[in-house]
Every structure is written in C-alpha cells, then in structure tokens.
C-alpha cells in the first residue's frame, strides 16, 4: 500500500470533521514510521488516525483496513507476513531496546520453531519476561530483511500462562544453516579468537560432522565462557550472513549446555576420500612426520588410509603426545578444516588410539589433470627443471603424465632427492597447493620411487602465446650446462656450478630468454633448443662450431640469435605461470594480408570519428 495513498486517507477523515492536517507532516511521521521503525502500514495509519484524534479532541475515527484476527492458536513455524496470528510460547530472549518508541523486543518460541516480536513503548502492554509462557492475541506478522516478525500493538493481548510441556528443540546440522533463523547446534568449540570489540566477549569456530561456523558470543549475554577442545549444546542462536558465510550469534536467551564425552554424538569412522570440514573419526596410518616449524606445533605428519590421504597437525600442549611412523590409529572426533585450500586436520590429546595391525596401503595414484590442493599420489615423469631464483629452494621443475603437467619444488633439506630430467618417478604423498590460481606438488616429505625402465609419453601443453620479442637476456643462445647427474645447471663463463663448482666436462645447450610481449601482457620467456633450433636455424653442432671458430666465443651465437628473433612476431607453444612461459615449439609469425586489411580500415574509421 503506498504512502501518498494513507495520506489521502488519513486527511480526508479529518477535514470531513472539520480540521486540516499539514500534509507535509504527516506524509514524513507516515515515512518515519514504516522506513525507520518498520511499523506495518496499516498498523501506522491506525496509530496516527489516533493522535490526530486526541488532539482534536475527538473520538478516534476507524481505519479502512479490517482487522483479521482469530482465536486459533498458530503454530509459530506456520507464521507469514502480513497476516494476524495468535500464538503461545516461552521468551527466549530479550534484547536491549535501540529506540524510545520500543519497549521491549526478543525471541518467543514454541515446539515448532521461534520468531522475533516487538511491542511498541506507546501501547502500554504488559511487560514480558525471559523463561515465561504468554498468549498473545491479534499480533501482526511483518517481514524486514527476509526476516519474519511479530509486531505486538494497542490491539494485541498478553496473557501469562502455564508453562506449557518442556519439549526440546531439533538440532540443525552446521551444514543445512541458514540465515536469519533461530536454530539449536551442537558442537565442537575447534578455535577461538580474540575479540575485535569490547561488545564482543568470544567469538571462534564451532564444528560438528556437517561442517564448520564462526560463533559470536555478545558481551551482554553474559554467557560462561567456551573452551576450546569443549563440545556444547547451543539453544537459541541467531543465525547471519557475513561475507557470504553463515555464522551465529550467541545472546542472552541462549541456552549453553556443555556436553560429556558420553553426550557427545557418536560418531562412525569414514574413509578419508570423503573428509570435508568438520569433526570426523577415522582409522589410518601414519605415513610420514616432519619437524614442526613453530614451537606451538608438536607434529606434523600425514594419515593415509586406501581411500586418499590428509595431513594432521598435533599442537603442543602440556598432555599431548605424538603419533608413531607407520602406525595404525583411530582417532575420534578430530577437527577438520582448511589451510591454503588444503584439508588439515587437528588431533586432540587423548583422541588416537593405536591399533595392533601392520598392514601396507596401496596409495591411490590419480592423474595430474586430477589434482586439488591436499596430499596427492602421482607417476610422473621429470619433465624440465628450472634455474633455482633462491637459496632455500634446492630443485624446481616440471612433471607431466599423460594428462597434462604441474610444477613442483623441492626445499633446501637433509633429506631432499634430486630428480634427474626424463626419469620416470612414481611419488606417495606429496603436498599439493595453489598460489596465485596455479597448482604445485611440495616434495620434500614425499616418498619418491624412480623407474629407470618405464616411460610416459607426456601430453604437451597445448598454451599458445603470440606477441613481439622485446628484450633478450643475457644467458641465451649457446650455453654450458653441469654435467653431474641430476644437476643440469647454467655454468658461469668460468666453467662454475652453484653446487658442484668447476666442472670442466661441461655440456652444451641452446636456449633463448627474454620477454615476449602479446601486446596485454609481457611475458619472461624461455625456449628450449628445439623452439631456438626452428627459429635461428642453428643446430647444436652448428651454434658449437660458430663459437670455436669465432674470436668473440659465445657471444657469436648471442649475436646471431639477437639478429634473428629480436623485434620479430613469434607463435610459441608451451606451458604457462603467472608471467613466465616456458615454449618448446616457436615459429615466426606469418604476414595476413586479411588481417592487415582489418586493422587498417579500423584505424582510417577511427581517424574518421
């Protein structure tokens, strides 16, 4: 019902009588009352209707909208808006009033659900108590932000009564919340956070076998304080939406009821491939430890089972102890959740219990085009290593099967294997994450197995860039590679390995690095020998013999490879990250005429306008 409308209404009534209104006046307590107070339309009218009457000395005239009440007690989770209901429940909670115009404001609920109310401060209803059952007559249901609620007028009736059969609220899995509700939870308190406001007395994540939320806890609920590591009963939260997900919000009519390790919901042990974040109990084994890089971190490993694998994590406490290698464990209600895309999951003390059992897994072996961020098994073949751009990285490469191609690396460490270039590895256990949108495997605490007998034909990548070659780098043309097994490293002009120093028995190369520009983007380029073979023309043998027989060495090649490519268009195929692209086939890039043509009458349609 628009506004202009109630106005006409409202002004007709009293100039019939004799009195005039000031129309500007009214149409702005009409807008205060529906757009900042979320009174009813209809509810409004009648309220103003009222006053204007009072200060005409006058009795109060009828509004038009009839009134629809019943006598019929509505369950409170068949209410909709815009209908009159009468209804019987308990106050749940009470909220502090934000507005003089309010007296009081909470949550009633019955057997079947919960509903916010309102009573306006100018009706002089009865006052309203937390725990306390009431019948209220003839209440108007409105809806705000999706929300259903129960507006209680100068018409509404509010009788105490007996307290009806105690009945206990459903509990709603952690997965299946939705916003703007009044719900019950059950939950495992996994992580708490330090309050970023003095409204606020604890907020943290609470997680049960669906999923995981963020909790809330206001400082005016004045509610015992929640440990991690506890799981309670939560009656009475308000669920929301932040950010695009679901959370709840702890008040003072929220019932907390922590709960014994007998309360706690049982829980069947699942197969590891199908974890999601949430408390689950699984059996497995360990299949690797590392050291823990933070003094709040006890262990670190990885649990397998025939299904999949994920890693764990066992904080530092005082009662914490840690997990044996190659052990089999069930472990019950341990926390999962994500960190960098990949499930991690939270052994609490005194929660894995080990089983007397040794028997072997076979890992589930997927393809590369399979991988997700979490801990992977793959066959693969080293396809290309890449120069070292830091001293903590110890080797960084390619692999690739069948299905397509990751890049891996390989930290600084003790224990770090080298891979040597077109071996064959089949890898248990390695670390797969995503930076920047682009996958990786970590290998350092992976199992890795070479085949010397086997062979992958790898699908190559199938990237293709055009653009301009802008710059060529120092590095290009004939180069000088280490010839130590697995190493393959640049040498210096001196004959120099970053690891293996002077290495006389070198091995030659041909490779181009520079930038590649697609007119968008520019892109730090390198191509292999076969892309620098079809460009320049230069075979190995021939690039060899140039620079023996030439007084500038080297150089002579760098030179003739700048001549050929430098300001050229070039087509290379290859494998893109980030800006870097690594292209195994490149050919120059042939003259259109149509195209030409294209952008000609383009550019003359353009000098036009």
């Known amino acids: ?21 000031d129309r500007a006046k009214l149409e702005e307590r009409l807008l205060r009352f529906v757009d900042e107070f979320s009174v009813p339309p209809a509810e409004a009218e009648r309220a103003i209707i009222s006053d204007y009457a009072r200060m005409f000395g006058m009795e109060t005239p009828s509004a038009t909208s009839p009134k629809k009440s019943s006598d019929e007690t509505v369950p409170i989770a068949d209410i909709v808006a815009e209908q009159w209901v009468t209804i019987e429940g308990q106050i749940v909670t009470l909220f502090p009033s934000r507005s003089p115009s309010i007296a009081q404001s909470g949550v009633i609920a019955d057997s079947s659900g919960s509903i916010r109310f309102l009573i306006w401060a100018n009706e002089n209803a009865p006052v309203v108590e937390i725990k306390k059952w009431y019948r209220i007559e003839s209440a108007v249901a409105d809806e705000y932000n999706g929300q259903v609620s129960l507006k209680l007028h100068k018409g509404t009736t509010i009788t105490e009564i007996q307290p009806k059969d105690a009945h206990t609220p459903n509990i709603t899995p952690i997965s299946q919340l939705v916003p703007k509700r009044w719900v019950s939870i059950e939950g495992e308190v996994t992580t708490l956070f330090p309050p970023r406001s003095p409204a606020i007395a604890q907020s943290g994540v609470i997680a049960d076998a669906s999923g995981t939320t963020r909790f809330t806890v206001w400082a005016s609920a004045e509610a015992p304080v929640l440990e991690r590591g506890s799981w309670y009963r939560l009656d ?11 959370n709840v919000k702890i008040h003072a009519g929220t019932t907390i009821t922590p709960l014994s390790r007998e309360d706690i919901p049982k829980q069947e042990i699942i197969p590891i491939g199908q974890i999601k974040p949430g408390v689950f109990s699984v059996k497995a084994k360990v299949v690797a430890v590392e050291k823990p890089f933070s003094d709040q971190i006890l262990q670190r490993g990885i649990l397998a089972d025939e299904t999949g694998a994920i890693q764990f994590v066992i904080r530092n406490t005082p009662d914490a102890s840690p997990l044996e290698e190659n052990q089999w464990y069930t472990i019950s209600s341990a926390v999962v959740d ?134 060529l780098s120092p590095g290009s043309g004939l180069i000088k590679r280490c010839p130590v097994e697995g190493c393959g490293r640049v040498l210096s002009r001196q004959n120099y390995c970053q690891v293996h120093e002077i290495q006389p028995n070198f091995i030659y190369d041909l490779r181009v690095k520079g930038w590649l520009d697609d007119g968008q983007k520019t892109y730090d380029t390198i191509i292999s020998r076969e892309g620098v073979e079809e460009l320049t023309g230069l075979s190995l043998v021939s690039a060899q013999e140039m620079a023996e027989n030439n007084p500038l060495g080297l150089d002579t090649v760098f030179y003739h490879v700048n001549e050929r490519i430098l300001g050229r268009y070039l087509v290379c195929r290859g ?21 030409l043509a294209e952008l000609m009458n383009r550019a003359e349609g353009s000098s036009h306008e």
Not at 236 to 246: I, Y
Not at 584 to 589: D, G, I, M, S, V
């Open 338 to 471: 994500r960190y960098r895309g990949a499930l991690s999951m939270q052994i609490s003390p005194g929660s894995a219990t080990p089983l007397q059992e040794d028997r072997s897994i076979r890992p589930n072996i997927i393809p590369i085009a399979q991988v997700v961020p979490g801990i992977v098994c793959l066959r693969v073949k080293m396809v290309q290593e890449y120069e070292s751009s830091s001293d903590r990285i110890f080797q960084s490469g390619l692999l690739g099967d069948e299905s397509g191609t990751i890049r891996f690396i390989t930290w600084n460490d003790e224990n770090a294997l080298r891979l040597v270039p077109d071996m064959v590895y089949s890898i248990f256990y390695a670390s797969a994450d995503e930076f920047n949108n682009r996958l990786s495997v970590t290998l350092n605490r992976a199992t890795i197995l070479p085949d010397e007998n086997a062979t992958i034909q790898v699908r190559s990548p199938n990237e293709e860039v055009k653009g301009a070659f802008v710059h």
């Open 575 to 595: 494998k893109t990250f980030d800006n870097r692209l690594f292209a195994y086939t490149c050919e120059f890039q042939k003259f259109d005429a149509g195209m």
């Open 1 to 21: 019902m628009e506004l202009k409308e109630i106005a006409d209404r409202i002004s007709e009534k009293f100039a019939a009588a004799g009195h005039q209104i």
């Open 236 to 246: 009475m939260v308000e669920t929301d939406e932040f950010n695009g997900q679901v």
